[in-house]
């Protein structure tokens, strides 16, 4: 089974950003994948998604401020966050968007003042 990696989260200031990446330990050239998140207390939901033909979708909650993309020779996955909210604070995780993998350890995004 593919397993997966994140990084790239942190700490950072309502209005800052960030970018997350996830390295994937087989091909993901023919799956859509997708950037999720589970906030303190919430279920886990998806946040973005990008196809194979590169086609994007995006949660009401984060269009406009992000934006996912995917480099399949690098077998990696990206997601730029541009101006965060506090509401945006959660656990990060990138997986297959309709059949996930196991899941990785995530990374902790807090927007904090």
């Known amino acids: 089974q593919v397993q997966l990696v994140e990084s790239g989260g942190g700490l950072v200031q309502p209005g800052g950003s960030l970018r997350l990446s996830c390295v994937a330990s087989?091909?993901?050239?023919?799956?859509?994948m997708a950037w999720f998140r589970q906030g303190p207390g919430k279920k886990r939901e998806a946040v973005a998604t990008?196809?194979?033909?590169?086609?994007?979708l995006y949660a009401d909650s984060v269009k406009g401020r992000f934006t996912i993309s995917r480099d399949n020779a690098k077998k990696m996955v990206y997601l730029q966050m541009n101006n965060l909210k506090i509401e945006d604070t959660a656990v990060y995780y990138c997986?297959?968007?309709?059949?996930?993998?196991?899941w990785g350890q995530g990374t902790q995004v807090t927007v904090s003042p």
């Open positions: 087989g091909s993901i050239s023919t799956y859509a």
């Open positions: 997986n297959a968007a309709l059949q996930p993998w196991p």
């Open positions: 990008i196809f194979t033909g590169a086609d994007t």
